[in-house]
């Protein structure tokens, strides 16, 4: 098993930053990849960006220039940092770690945190 806690969340005014870090316990060997969602009220939880155990990164174009997923090995912790936050990246972020095992795969999520942009 694997244990996520995130923190780092907050209320930011438009423009502003901030750094989510989702740290992880537990069984962590395996895990081929590690990612933030997000989920908006009335809205489906989508992939914000990931990280590949080879260190390839991805994004969702919205965020893409304003977002950095990172990560450190030495403390099992992957991190977000986001900045010049608009209103609309307003919701609920969630670390997700990945094992894939053979032809299984396992998914294993953080509780999430509440990110607000407003004024």
């Known amino acids: 098993q694997v244990q996520l806690v995130e923190s780092g969340g907050g209320l930011v005014q438009p423009g502003g930053s901030l750094r989510l870090s989702c740290a992880a316990s537990g069984n962590i060997l395996m895990i081929s990849t590690m990612g933030w969602y997000r989920q908006a009220p009335g809205k489906e939880r989508e992939l914000v960006a990931a990280?590949?155990?080879?260190?390839?990164?991805n994004y969702v174009d919205s965020v893409n220039g304003r977002f950095t997923i990172s990560r450190d090995s030495a403390k099992n912790t992957v991190y977000l940092q986001m900045n010049s936050l608009k209103p609309e990246d307003t919701a609920v972020y969630y670390c997700k770690f990945t094992r894939n095992l053979g032809y299984s795969r396992f998914d294993y999520w953080g509780q999430g945190t509440q990110v607000t942009v407003s004024s």
């Open positions: 990280i590949a155990s080879g260190g390839s990164t």
